[in-house]
């Protein structure tokens, strides 16, 4: 015998109407909490925006159930929380990527900006000096006031201190003392 799709909202139904035909003895006081607090979420949001009308019930009926089922709200609340998490990670990797590609954007078209005065293909400001325009000469005399003196130190040579780019063991002999699972 094959099971049907319709097989298991067949057997929930069963279970749930089992369960609510002998139900255990502290159910119904449970039940009767959680409604109640959702009616007094209901009746304050009376006057209220839409979603005061939807957040009230339903954030004083899940209090209600959380005073009555602590445990199972524990899990629930642990479970959401990992999902919120989960999706704001989500978000920000997404944000990050469309961020990312349009600076990548930029520094692409800077780069080939770059390549083509190098190449010669673009006009540089000591070349269009040769013109003899206004705008030509103004470009060189800046040109000029931003070139390095032959006396300025242009870049440092940077190393890192060996003794600084320890990750954790304070001796190299301790190596066997870590794991090395990743």
């Not at 032959?150 to 954790?168: C, E, N, R, S, Y």
């Amino acid at each position: 015998m094959g099971s049907h799709p319709g097989d298991a909202g067949v057997l929930a139904a069963t279970d749930a109407y089992v369960y609510l035909k002998n139900p255990p003895e502290d159910f119904l006081p449970k039940i009767g909490v959680i409604t109640a607090s959702g009616l007094v979420g209901l009746i304050s949001a009376k006057k209220g925006s839409k979603l005061k009308k939807i957040a009230y019930p339903l954030g004083l009926a899940a209090l209600g159930a959380s005073v009555c089922y602590p445990a199972q709200a524990v899990v629930i609340t642990k479970i959401t929380g990992k999902k919120a998490y989960a999706t704001s990670q989500w978000i920000y990797e997404v944000l990050g990527s469309l961020w990312t590609e349009s600076y990548t954007q930029k520094e692409t078209e800077h780069k080939e900006e770059v390549k083509l005065r190098r190449d010669g293909k673009l006009d540089t400001p000591a070349a269009m000096v040769g013109t003899g325009s206004k705008v030509s000469t103004l470009s060189a005399q800046v040109a000029g006031k931003l070139a390095p003196s032959p006396g300025a130190v242009t870049a440092t040579q940077f190393k890192a201190d060996p003794k600084l780019m320890d990750h954790g063991q304070s001796n190299p002999e301790d190596v066997d003392m870590y794991s090395t699972r990743s």
